[in-house]
């Protein structure tokens, strides 16, 4: 039995009298979007000091308008330990992620192993024609050779950013690197306005 919010947006949820036998597990499931944006802060402080944790949830209908290109650049690591289903499920995400660009959006697609190298001299526009190019050279990426991690990061965040777009970088790796400070550092010195986003692939 859920009753409507009240005017602080509490709701209460309670079993219904005739259903109360604890026999499976209860789910709750909930929509949070609403018509603006909300954030929410909670708060705790113990023994080992205060934490908190800030949540922001976006509007749930928006304009496209409303939404900010973006420069998406994928870095992926095709060394030897990404060969078979880690390799897989990078190309799998690199399609989904490009066939869900806004046609503002532009794209980049890095491949490091023992060097790096670009699908393009910088990001291309989203056009028909420049996604299946994209595609293919997807299709194309097998995984060998060693991990120089640092040769991808150079090589996504070295060239001039694009004023007019948000520059998406993510990172698509099995997490197999030996040199975790000196590229901690590379990103430190490079980043500027990019959002870096890594993302584990493989067991």
């Given at each position: 039995?859920?009753?409507?919010?009240?005017v602080d947006n509490t709701v209460t949820i309670t079993l219904d009298p005739a259903d109360t036998l604890p026999n499976?597990?209860?789910?709750?499931?909930?929509?949070?979007?609403?018509?603006?944006?909300?954030?929410?802060?909670?708060?705790?402080?113990g023994d080992n000091g205060g934490f908190f944790t800030l949540m922001i949830q976006p509007q749930?209908?928006?304009?496209?308008?409303?939404v900010t290109s973006k420069e998406m650049?994928?870095?992926?690591?095709?060394?030897?330990?990404m060969s078979g289903a880690p390799m897989a499920q990078a190309k799998a995400l690199m399609r989904k992620a490009i066939g869900e660009m806004n046609p503002g959006d532009s794209f980049q697609i890095i491949r490091f192993s023992s060097a790096?190298?670009?699908?393009?001299?910088?990001p291309l526009p989203n056009t028909p024609a420049n996604v299946q190019k994209g595609l293919a050279y997807i299709?194309?990426?097998?995984?060998g050779g060693g991990t120089m991690m640092i040769e991808g990061i150079k090589a996504s965040l070295d060239y001039p950013p694009?004023?007019?777009?948000?520059?998406m970088v993510l990172f698509l790796t099995d997490g197999y690197i030996g040199n975790e400070q000196e590229i901690l550092g590379?990103?430190?010195?490079?980043?500027?306005?990019?959002r870096l986003f890594s993302l584990g692939v493989g067991s």
């Open positions: 039995i859920i009753q409507e919010p009240d499976k597990d209860f789910i709750v499931r909930y929509d949070v979007t609403g018509k603006q944006p909300e954030a929410a802060l909670l708060t705790h402080r749930g209908d928006f304009d496209i308008g409303e650049v994928f870095v992926v690591d095709c060394s030897g330990s790096a190298s670009q699908f393009s001299p910088l299709d194309a990426m097998s995984g694009d004023p007019n777009r948000l520059r590379a990103i430190e010195e490079k980043i500027g306005g990019a």
